[in-house]
């Protein structure tokens, strides 16, 4: 019978500052603000002979990476069905209702989301984290929580089981 274990992994690295905006409606939004994004990751694996699931620092080197990826960028939900973003040479022009906003391409991340939340960063993260196959399957991870915060005391959670 496999022995299983869930480890838990929450590192001050794993986070982002990045600014957004929720679109509530086709007329109702917040206004632009920004967010210290934390994540935490729960790995279920097998214990081995030796004691231990796997090296810790994999998945916590894949998840500073995709962090350091967000980091000090203005995001923008590109399946949102009430927001047109425009490429206008250096600049996106983002319209929204009656609003028009620019923002600096530089410093903008446009990501395949409906919206910006913890609950669609979640998600996002998790099917990054769990796009590879044969790295799951090496770590042998059998199931996977990925944690989105955007403060103290609220978090989003998206999972991957193996089926």
Known sequence: M???VTLEIEKQFMHFAAAHFTIFSATERERLHGHNYYLA???TGQID???LCFDYNLPKERL???CEELNEYMLLP???PYLTIEDIGEQYRVLFDSDEMFFLKADTH???LANITIEELSRYFCDK???DEAWLKSLDICKLE???SSGPGQWAVSSWSER
């Open 64 to 66: 500073r990476v995709m």
């Open 146 to 148: 990925l944690k989105v």
């Open 78 to 80: 590109e399946l949102s």
């Open 49 to 51: 002979s030796n004691g």
């Open 129 to 131: 984290l769990c796009a």
């Open 41 to 43: 990751v729960n790995i």
């Open 2 to 4: 496999p022995r299983l």
């Open 110 to 112: 446009i990501l395949p």
